[in-house]
């Protein structure tokens, strides 16, 4: 209360001040206390365990695709390690587009992930102009899974047994022999696409639905190549109409030990696939580092590495600047390629 000796208009002007200061006192704590209680919730919000939901993992390829078969792999692994359902959900079409952008639009918490193959992660970047996504402004990479060689594949019809011999019989034939593959910028495509460019023939490519149909065409007598996984051939030569002349790794198949390569007979080829995981851009550090943990772990196990093995793959456990700096470099390798090779996507 105001001093007796204050006048009355005065002690209304103290009284109004007074309760101003209040107001503000009070609308300081709330905010005070707002800030806090955020500050606190968001602390929880990090520091809360990851997965504790089933976990949605988008394969950008067909069911029965290497990039499903060893995503299944890794993902039955990471339920066993953490207790919470990786689930497979695949979602094939345009090339892998449609699977990317299923991941980049999802909520960016960890309970999303992209499982895609060469393709996504470089072929299209590196071929395809005004592409929907950018890997490095929409994904946070994690790892590849995989890496798995091609084999080359012929018609045994053709009566050759070899590299050089089917390179002599394609200079004899030049435009007459045709190669197919599962789409425009895939790791088929861009396999026989060196095959001709480091061979100096001259063979046809044939652009597919999938891998399943070049075969079936294959083994039919209407194409006369494919560049594809060991584990779908390998069964078809031992029936005698498609004849598995070489890997196009660098080294031993592990599906196929006494392959050659197509290196001894053509010199620096080389053409590998490869698998790898991401998820959005701006998901929380703390969950992208508890994930990429858990799929280190899953990846180094003997039980994992075992399983790829038999897929004809070789686990890549490497880290997410790793990844990233690989994916820069193939983009650019491939870029470099298609140039060479004159291999253009609209």
């Known amino acids: 209360m105001p001093p007796p000796f204050i006048k009355s208009a005065d002690r209304h002007a103290v009284h109004g001040h007074t309760r101003r200061v209040r107001r503000l006192r009070w609308f300081a704590s709330l905010a005070l206390f707002g800030a806090i209680a955020c500050g606190a919730g968001a602390g929880h919000a990090a520091d809360q365990p990851y997965p504790v939901r089933p976990v949605r993992i988008i394969v950008s390829n067909a069911t029965g695709s290497s990039p499903e078969i060893t995503g299944r792999i890794v993902a039955n692994k990471l339920t066993a390690q953490t207790g919470q359902q990786f689930v497979i959900d695949t979602r094939p079409g345009a090339s892998g587009i449609i699977g990317v952008e299923l991941v980049k639009t999802a909520t960016p918490d960890g309970y999303t992930v992209l499982v895609g193959s060469t393709t996504v992660f470089s072929g299209l970047p590196a071929l395809k102009p005004n592409l929907s996504y950018d890997m490095e402004r929409d994904f946070v990479p994690l790892t590849r899974i995989a890496s798995v060689a091609n084999v080359?594949?012929?018609?045994?019809?053709?009566?050759?047994?070899?590299?050089?011999?089917?390179?002599?019989?394609?200079?004899?034939?030049?435009?007459?022999?045709?190669?197919?593959?599962?789409?425009?910028?895939?790791?088929?495509?861009?396999?026989?696409?060196?095959?001709?460019?480091?061979?100096?023939?001259?063979?046809?490519?044939?652009?597919?639905?999938?891998?399943?149909?070049?075969?079936?065409?294959?083994?039919?007598?209407?194409?006369?190549?494919?560049?594809?996984?060991?584990?779908?051939?390998?069964?078809?030569?031992?029936?005698?109409?498609?004849?598995?002349?070489?890997?196009?790794?660098?080294g031993t198949d592990p599906l196929a030990p006494d392959l050659p390569t197509v290196a001894e007979t053509v010199p620096g080829y080389e053409s590998t696939q490869w698998f790898g995981i991401a998820v959005p851009a701006r998901t929380p550090r703390p969950i992208v580092d508890r994930l990429h943990a858990e799929i280190m772990r899953a990846l180094r196990s003997p039980e994992v590495r075992e399983l790829l093995s038999k897929q004809g793959a070789t686990a890549q456990p490497e880290s997410p600047a790793a990844f990233a700096k690989y994916i820069r470099d193939e983009r650019t390798r491939i870029a470099g390629l298609a140039k060479s090779a004159g291999i253009t996507i609209d």
């Open 152 to 250: 080359m594949v012929i018609q045994a019809s053709l009566g050759v047994t070899s590299v050089a011999e089917f390179i002599k019989y394609a200079q004899a034939n030049p435009g007459k022999l045709n190669c197919g593959h599962s789409g425009n910028g895939t790791p088929a495509h861009l396999a026989a696409a060196l095959f001709n460019v480091m061979a100096k023939v001259d063979i046809q490519h044939v652009p597919y639905k999938g891998a399943a149909q070049v075969l079936s065409d294959l083994l039919a007598g209407h194409i006369q190549c494919q560049f594809t996984s060991p584990v779908v051939a390998m069964p078809h030569a031992k029936g005698g109409r498609i004849r598995v002349l070489a890997t196009t790794g660098v």
